[in-house]
């Protein structure tokens, strides 16, 4: 019986969505899988908000950062104070506590899909067994002021290891995890970001009968709003702006874990036809039958849209450092665009049936197979 531990956490809904779909793909009868919410698991009692105020920092990122419109700098700042009063004080603490950890546990392979404990996590191992990094953000992040990249080092993924696997979804971050490596060997090139195979089998849908099931029109396009786990209350602003616009389209609104925001979506009256919804597994159905995707350059749904061919418009507005420059790269990929305004988005929607536009041309689907060679990479980890 060979056991793997998946080191993740409860920031956002990516690191957890990743580690859930690794959980199902590698499962055998031969193996054991045990998913780690790392900080709640092991590291609570070092989190001083959690202490205090009985509130743990995962809490605070996702009920207070995500689901509010902060600038480019207060997302910097509250990573900053992150670092300097949560990693650097406890660096020995973690290390200490991972080693125990491991030693408890006697894993075969631990694969990790967070980001920034990732050098303390490989001093622990200690060559007990194989790591493994799968990378669920597009690239590592390359901070241009000097003046943050003094304040706090670079490289939230990738480490200086020569032991350590390294997975990335896209070829900029494939380079980046090359430039820390010595053994280049240990570096993967994966054809995508690891998301749940629903999103790369395009089932036999009738679509018209689909959209009538939920009472959409037929002939007016079709738009899915999607902010993550955690949407931020300018879904609702921009709901409201594209009211006053004219949009001619009809728009699903998924608002996650925001009960808030469904709660004021349902009762906001539009001329525009809507459906709004909390939580959803049934993400990839609502993708197949929407013309276009409206929402935060978050990986994960990125690369999601991009495997079932469907444009995406991403919100530029308020953008956490590490997800800067995704609507760039989905731009240079001819998979969408970006937009920062209520009128911006409108000119982008009103593109996408141009004769050039993004759904007259509708965009090859990326062969995404990075799922399934992460087994493959996996069954040869284990048998070295």
């Known amino acids: 019986m060979k056991k793997i531990l998946i080191l993740s956490n409860e920031s956002g809904g990516g690191h957890k969505q990743t580690a859930h779909v690794l959980s199902q793909a590698l499962q055998q009868d031969n193996r ?34 995500l689901q509010n ?48 404990l990732n050098r303390e996590i490989a001093h622990a191992i200690h060559q007990r067994c194989p790591f493994l990094i799968i990378q669920t953000d597009l690239f590592e992040y390359e901070e241009q002021s000097w003046f943050w990249r003094w304040l706090v080092p670079c490289g ?4 200086t290891d020569k032991t350590t696997y390294m997975a990335s979804g896209t070829e ?16 993967i090139s994966l054809s995508g970001a690891v998301i749940d195979p629903r999103f790369l089998q ?12 939920l009472g959409l029109k037929p002939g007016i396009p079709i738009g899915l709003c999607l902010y993550g786990g955690h949407p931020p209350k300018r879904v609702l602003k921009l709901a409201k702006q594209l009211n006053k616009l004219k949009i001619g389209v009809q728009l699903i609104f998924i608002c996650g874990r925001n009960e808030g925001l469904q709660k004021h979506l ?17 993400v990839p159905y609502y993708m197949q039958i929407a013309d276009f995707l409206v929402g935060k350059p978050g990986p994960g749904t990125i690369m999601e849209s991009i ?38 988005l409108h000119a982008c929607i009103q593109s996408l049936n141009e004769p050039n536009g993004l759904m007259a041309k509708k965009p090859s689907p990326f062969e995404n197979r990075a799922v399934f060679e992460i087994g493959e990479l996996v069954e040869q980890i284990l048998l070295e």
């Open 32 to 65: 054991q899988i045990k998913t780690v919410s790392l900080f709640q698991e092991l590291l609570l009692d070092l989190d001083y908000s959690a202490k205090f105020i009985g509130v743990s920092g995962e809490d605070i990122y996702n009920k207070f950062i």
């Open 69 to 116: 419109e902060a600038s480019h700098f207060f997302y910097k700042f509250f990573f900053f104070s992150v670092y300097y009063s949560f990693v650097v004080p406890h660096r020995k603490h973690f290390a200490q506590r991972f080693a125990d950890f491991f030693e408890r546990e006697k894993p075969d392979l631990v694969i990790s899909v967070i980001p920034i």
């Open 156 to 159: 939230a993924w990738f480490i």
């Open 172 to 187: 900029k971050g494939y380079q980046q995890a090359l430039r820390y490596q010595p053994d280049k060997s240990k570096v």
């Open 202 to 213: 395009h089932e036999a849908l009738d679509i018209d009968a689909e959209r009538k099931k």
């Open 266 to 282: 349902n009762s906001l009256s539009t001329r525009y036809e809507k459906i709004v919804m909390g939580y959803s597994k049934e």
């Open 307 to 344: 495997a079932l061919g469907l444009p995406v418009l991403l919100d530029s507005s308020h953008v956490m450092p590490h997800e800067v420059d995704n609507a760039s790269w989905v731009e240079e990929q001819h998979q969408g665009l970006q937009f920062k305004t209520a009128q911006q």
